[in-house]
Antibody, heavy 117, light 107 residues
Framework: EVQLVQSGADVKKPGESLKISCEGSGYSFTTYWIGWVRQMPGKGLDWMGLVNPGDSHTRYNPSFQGQVTISADKSISAAYLQWGSLKASDTALYYC??????????WGQGTVVTVSS | DIQMTQSPSSLSASVGDRVAISCRSSQTINIYLNWYQQKPGRAPQLLIYAASTLQSGVPSRFRGSGSGTDFTLTISSLQPEDFATYYCQQSYNTPYTFGRGTKLEIK
């Protein structure tokens, strides 16, 4: 079965760092870019960026550039989204998704990140 | 960035109804338009890609149309499981922006 499995929910304080993961299975992980999508509470979908697991090349939404780091480790079929210093406004549900052609055809189950003092 | 405008933002309909959701891009995107369905507490699911191609496993009552800047998602006969939020997304240029969503509710 083709799937993306994300790491579990996390609660952090403002200023702390965090790295969440997305593990792919059931397909050749290096063949497809992986994207990250934010969904703030009760809101719509925000496209954050992409990573090519084959060569770790990235493309960021300018709105998120410098705020997060997207990376991948092809040796373990994993992609990552990380923050160096979290803010309360980073509280959201984060999805990873596989880019097949020009659409996200497989999605992870989502990771809830809560940032609160 | 390309802006995606969906309308309506919410819609009430009954089982069996035919409904249409509109999506307009701020510049031409050819047919680089995708539609996703999201149910509460679940990840989005791809319904239609390249404006009109049905993703495998998606019922044929879903239809996508349009090109350039104007697109439509039509559901021909609403089923109970179709009540959800629908998003369009352009994949012509990064960032691959989404519309703000259309919430389809039971009347």
């Amino acid at each position: 079965e083709v799937q993306l499995v994300q790491s579990g929910a996390d609660v952090k304080k403002p200023g702390e760092s965090l790295k969440i993961s997305c593990e792919g299975s059931g397909y050749s992980f290096t063949t497809y870019w992986i994207g990250w999508v934010r969904q703030m509470p009760g809101k719509g979908l925000d496209w954050m960026g992409l990573v090519n697991p084959g060569d770790s090349h990235t493309r960021y939404n300018p709105s998120f550039q410098g705020q997060v780091t997207i990376s991948a480790d092809k040796s373990i079929s994993a992609a990552y989204l990380q923050w160096g210093s979290l803010k309360a406004s980073d509280t959201a549900l984060y999805y990873c998704a596989r880019l097949n052609g020009a659409s996200f055809d497989i999605w992870g189950q989502g990771t809830v990140v809560t940032v609160s003092s | 960035d390309i802006q995606m405008t969906q309308s309506p933002s919410s819609l009430s309909a009954s089982v069996g109804d035919r409904v249409a959701i509109s999506c307009r891009s701020s510049q031409t995107i050819n047919i680089y338009l995708n539609w996703y369905q999201q149910k509460p507490g679940r990840a989005p699911q791809l319904l239609i890609y390249a404006a009109s191609t049905l993703q495998s496993g998606v019922p044929s009552r879903f239809r996508g149309s349009g090109s350039g800047t104007d697109f439509t998602l039509t559901i021909s006969s609403l089923q109970p499981e179709d009540f959800a939020t629908y998003y369009c997304q352009q994949s012509y240029n990064t960032p691959y922006t989404f519309g703000r969503g259309t919430k389809l509710e039971i009347k």
